[in-house]
């Protein structure tokens, strides 16, 4: 009788789930105490659905029967009022609900959070978003979150001292934890934010996954071998390669009390890689597998400590070290011609997030870092390089670097009314480094062709001598001040104001101004957008580096320009009286800067389905490059200006740089078809530098130089997504298709007696030529074999993937030489790896 109820009943036939998550601020901080609430869409209350989130900000709700919902969770602590709806279901993931300060109130909500158009800057459509749980679901090699994101990058908003890796609000070399404890990850997220130095498309930002009242924890064994690979195009035969990456992070309490919890985290990778060498030599053809091994160890520790519900504290530690072997072989460079070396890092970082009044919070973080980067040569011999052709000898690379910086940034987030702002500083360096250059200390011949070196005729010979010891200062200091304006509900306005400084290249004028703005038509499904900001640019170390090592003390470097061999000295000679080289900044040297300007629409096409298109100018202002101010005087570019000086390596900001794209984004979660992210970009850049250690081929004209810019491509396509993501039969997807890159033809001569070996052909400008385009597919395939939802009243799976990359094998060139004199010209020397297949076993409790 009571089965015949029970039947009857549409409650018993619905299964009866738990719905489980995590509540985090901004930062990705646990939210304690926090009310969370389900509803049906009607708005009655649910049997079970409402709880109050622990110390780590995770909650539970059982006996959840499946179907649609509505989850909210109250204002407090100075955040908003959450609201979505959810498809609760058999088997769904645990839920990340990310509050905001109580400012502007978005009343543009037409779909769950992770698909809506919205006013606020950082919701913005054509950002790249990824959480922890499709990072899992994707294909990623060897398990490098970054990696998998970078081709998402524009490299037009790119620093000279690289990628901006932003780690919980703190600019980092590495993710400090390694892959189970990222949580999320994001590409142009608000990009015309002044809290960080580089636009939206220049920085990658990492948010960690915060200590969890519970036990919980993942268990990763990642493996590769050549044994299920393809040979690589270059390869002869196909070399024995095998990877094995043990990786795992555990969080929960620590049982003093209730308002402490830990995160640990590592991994240990070892990579027995082959390079290969694709050489020209007297001898004939080379290609050759040289080992090039990689081992890597990671750990990261942290304790985070609730003062109160509104004040918490965490100290964590981290240690990175890396040991490579035979590292820059493969290519043109032989195997006698690599470098052995280890980079070594350690971070000690300190939290501070109080909750000063329901609309004041301040966020202070302190990170000290210390660095140690040996690189000891394989070889200690003359480097022979042969332009186009190939590099042997020793690497002449001796040397070692160590630094001791410390990070700080402190931000005031204050909502009043229809204003959110924020203020604060950003310090990513006060840095003292300390460089010993060993490098070069027995020379470097340079030849033009093959057949130069086979007639004892090489265009130059380059020495160094001295103490080769520097000890430097590399600071730089950011401040800033937003506000965030709700004008009307459907329209929104930011205004921002940064102020950048840095050593070695000052300026008291390096002010960055930037705007944005958003409008919702009536419709509440699409968002219109327009920006504009200036951003300024970075040295980083190694400019700085060069200005105080060659001043002609630290170390003497020289330049013969047709010197005899195998002995470049005549008999009489001393090296000690032959003209130091030289490094200087030109008289009114100053940062570059570049400005970016967008405009663009968002619209929800369905439930879940949004796509968005930007259209993006850049302008660059006084890039740098550099520029031999003592080089031969035209016409006959014979003599030197100063006899008593070599080569005067001068870095100006001089130069200049033109870009429009047109960005076409799509993602989804509208079911389980597909879940991702597609982004298609069409763009053109022209500059006449190639950044600031590239050289013109005149020392005295341009003439030429302004062209494609060295990593223009007209077509970039890249998806991330998951296919049948529930099912059994389910797919991982990533593909990358890109037009080629241009490079430059040379005529393989010293026209103007530089000793740079750039100078071109009569008639032929910078970057006329250009590589094949680049085609990659990769798949993965995942599978739960055991899943319990309860073993000691812990959720527990143990799952395996497979992984196959470039899985069309397709040849992906790389490498082309433009030198017209060698065998190699216009053709690739190296490709990118073949198809390879990665397994990987993961325990998640």
């Not at 919701?123 to 398990?143: W, Y």
């Not at 004041?360 to 390089?385: C, G, M």
Request: glycine share 8%; hydrophobic share 35%; charged share 20%.
């Amino acid at each position: 009788m009571v089965a015949a109820i029970c039947l009857l009943s549409s409650h018993c036939l619905l299964a009866q789930v738990s719905v489980t998550g995590t509540i985090v601020d901004p930062d990705g901080a646990a939210v304690p105490d926090i009310g969370v609430v389900l509803k049906t869409l009607h708005g009655d209350a649910v049997s079970g659905g409402s709880a109050n989130s622990d110390a780590g900000g995770r909650f539970h709700l059982t006996g959840i029967a499946s179907g649609d919902y509505e989850l909210a969770v109250p204002a407090k602590y100075g955040f908003e009022q959450y609201q979505a709806p959810i498809h609760v279901r058999s088997g769904m993931r645990d839920l990340s609900i990310r509050l905001t300060p109580l400012v502007v109130t978005q009343d543009v909500v037409v779909a769950p959070e992770t698909s809506q158009v919205t006013l606020d800057p950082s919701a913005n459509r054509d950002q790249v978003s990824t959480s922890a749980g499709m990072l899992e679901k994707v294909p990623v090699f060897d398990q490098d979150y970054v990696a998998a994101l970078t081709p998402f990058l524009d490299q037009t908003g790119v620093a000279t001292s690289g990628v901006s890796l932003i780690v919980d609000g703190v600019e980092m070399k590495g993710t400090g934890v390694s892959a189970s404890a990222i949580a999320e990850a994001h590409i142009n997220n608000d990009p015309y934010s002044v809290e960080t130095n580089r636009p939206g498309r220049g920085r990658i930002e990492i948010i960690t996954k915060p200590g969890s009242a519970q036990l919980h924890g993942t268990l990763n064994f990642t493996f590769r071998d050549s044994v299920f690979d393809a040979k690589n195009y270059f390869a002869i035969t196909k070399p024995f390669e095998q990877k094995r990456i043990y990786e795992g992070s555990i969080s929960g309490p620590i049982r003093v009390d209730n308002h402490t919890t830990f995160l640990l985290s590592g991994s240990r990778q070892e990579d027995n890689l082959q390079s290969v060498v694709h050489a020209d030599t007297v001898s004939g053809i080379v290609s050759a597998n040289v080992p090039t091994p990689i081992h890597n160890t990671e750990f990261a520790a942290r304790v985070s400590h609730d003062v109160s519900p509104t004040h918490r504290i965490s100290l964590q530690y981290n240690v990175t070290d890396t040991v490579s072997e035979n590292l820059g072989a493969g290519g043109l460079v032989l195997s006698q011609s690599g470098v052995n070396a280890q980079a070594r890092e350690d971070d000690v970082i300190f939290n501070d997030r109080v909750v000063i009044s329901p609309t004041l919070l301040n966020q202070l973080q302190l990170f000290f870092e210390k660095d140690y980067s040996p690189t000891r040569s394989v070889v200690a011999a003359q480097r022979i390089v042969v332009d186009g052709s190939f590099t042997g000898g020793g690497a002449q690379a001796d040397s070692l670097n160590t630094e001791n910086n410390l990070k700080i940034n402190d931000i005031v987030s204050w909502s009043h009314k229809r204003h959110y702002v924020k203020f604060g500083v950003n310090i990513p360096n006060l840095s003292r480094r300390a460089w010993e250059d060993h490098a070069n200390r027995v020379g470097t011949y340079n030849f033009s062709s093959l057949m130069d070196y086979e007639a004892n005729t090489p265009y130059s010979f380059t020495q160094q001598e001295g103490v080769g010891r520097a000890v430097f200062w590399m600071n730089e200091i950011g401040v800033f001040i937003s506000d965030q304006i709700q004008i009307r509900p459907n329209l929104q306005a930011s205004l921002g104001l940064r102020y950048d400084w840095q050593t070695y290249f000052k300026s008291f004028h390096d002010f960055a101004p930037r705007f944005s703005v958003a409008y919702a038509p009536a419709d509440r499904k699409t968002v219109l957008r327009a920006g504009a900001g200036v951003f300024y640019d970075r040295s980083g170390a190694q400019p700085m580096a060069d200005l105080k090592r060659y001043n002609g003390v630290i170390l003497r470097s020289f330049t013969l320009l047709n010197p005899t061999y195998p002995s470049p000295y005549p008999p009489t000679t001393d090296p000690a009286t032959l003209p130091t080289d030289l490094v200087q900044q030109a008289n009114g040297t100053r940062i570059p800067y570049v400005i970016h300007y967008s405009v663009g629409a968002e619209r929800q096409l369905l439930k879940g389905l949004t796509v968005a298109a930007t259209y993006r100018g850049i302008a660059g202002v006084a890039l740098f490059r550099s520029r031999d101010v003592n080089a031969p005087l035209p016409p006959s570019y014979q003599v030197r200006p100063n006899l008593d000086l070599g080569v005067v390596r001068q870095i100006e900001s001089e130069s200049r740089q033109i870009g429009n794209a047109l960005d076409l984004s799509l993602s989804s979660n509208a079911s389980r078809w597909f879940s991702g992210l597609a982004q298609y970009t069409f763009s053109h850049t022209d500059n006449n530098t190639g950044g600031i250690a590239w050289f013109p081929a005149d020392q005295y004209s341009l003439q030429g130089e302004y062209g494609r810019a060295n990593f223009d491509q007209r077509h970039r396509f890249n998806l991330l997504g998951t296919i049948n993501e529930d099912h059994w039969l389910n797919l991982g997807v990533g593909a990358r298709f890109y037009s080629g890159t241009p490079y430059t033809e040379t005529s393989g001569n010293d026209t103007f007696h530089t000793g740079i070996l750039n100078a071109r052909p009569t008639g032929v400008n910078r970057n006329t030529l250009e590589s094949a385009g680049n085609l990659q597919f990769d798949l993965r395939w995942s599978h739960d074999l055991l899943s319990r939802r309860k073993i000691s009243d812990k959720p527990f799976s143990f799952s395996l993937a497979v992984d196959a990359f470039n899985i069309t094998n397709r040849t992906n060139y790389t490498s082309y030489v433009g030198n017209v004199q060698s065998s190699f010209f216009e053709q690739p020397t190296a490709a990118l790896p073949a198809r390879r297949l990665q397994f990987t076993g993961r325990i998640k409790f």
